[in-house]
T-cell receptor
Framework: SAVISQKPSRDICQRGTSLTIQCQVD?????MFWYRQQPGQSLTLIAT?????????ESGFVIDKFPISRPNLTFSTLTVSNMSPEDSSIYLC?????????FGPGTRLTVL | AQRVTQPEKLLSVFKGAPVELKCNYS??????LFWYVQYSRQRLQLLLR??SRESIKGFTADLNKGETSFHLKKPFAQEEDSAMYYC?????????????FGRGTQLTVWP
């Protein structure tokens, strides 16, 4: 198993503001991932965060909206910029293990 | 493009009854298929993966390449199996590690 923590666990934000979500993992890992789970929907991959290089974004997600940092092998941040109510979701980070991904508990974001 | 389809959003069975959660996929290469489970108030966790060919908590899943399916089965459901189940796919090469999820099936096992 793995220990992955996220901060904050939840937040309520105003439209137009930005929120940075932190993800801390218990061991050094090359690949970390950020997912979004909108209400009633499945998990959608936002981007892959590799240490030492730019994040790789999936179709429909752009760096200006979801900037990601990966300063070291155990930490990553995802910023949700210029938020709108459509950004209300659960945001999850994960790390690549030997044979699977381990997920954090998620950050529940509500945008008013 | 890759796609994972779970046709049932909700599934209810009685305790002791067999249960099958359906998953179909489309992928151009050689996929790896997984089932993830999320129990109430817990984080998402791996249940099983097809290449292990293992049985976890009585659940099994066989990859059928001809039908592009990876259905999850258990012969006798238990109340503690009630959870959200997600089928997921990853590829090899450039897509290694990137998981693509189905929309999930909420399983409820009644006493």
């Amino acid at each position: 198993s793995a220990v992955i923590s996220q901060k904050p666990s939840r937040d309520i934000c105003q439209r137009g503001t930005s929120l940075t979500i932190q993800c801390q993992v218990d061991s050094q890992v090359t690949m970390m991932f950020w997912y979004r789970q909108q209400p009633g929907q499945s998990l959608t991959l936002i981007a892959t965060a590799n240490q030492g290089s730019e994040a790789t974004y999936e179709s429909g997600f752009v760096i200006d909206k979801f900037p990601i940092s990966r300063p070291n092998l155990t930490f990553s941040t995802l910023t949700v910029s210029n938020m709108s109510p459509e950004d209300s979701s659960i945001y999850l980070c994960s790390k690549q293990g030997t044979d699977t991904q381990y997920f954090g508990p998620g950050t529940r974001l509500t945008v008013l | 493009a890759q796609r994972v389809t779970q046709p049932e959003k909700l599934l209810s069975v009685f305790k002791g009854a067999p249960v099958e959660l359906k998953c179909n996929y489309s992928y151009s290469g050689s996929p790896e298929l997984f089932w993830y489970v999320q129990y109430s108030r817990q984080r998402l966790q791996l249940l099983l993966r097809h290449i292990s060919r293992e049985s976890i908590k009585g659940f099994t899943a066989d990859l059928n390449k001809g039908e592009t399916s990876f259905h999850l089965k258990k012969p006798f459901a238990q109340e503690e199996d009630s959870a959200m189940y997600y089928c997921a796919l990853t590829g090899r090469g450039s897509t290694l590690g990137r998981l693509y999820f189905g929309r999930g099936t909420q399983l409820t096992v009644w006493p």
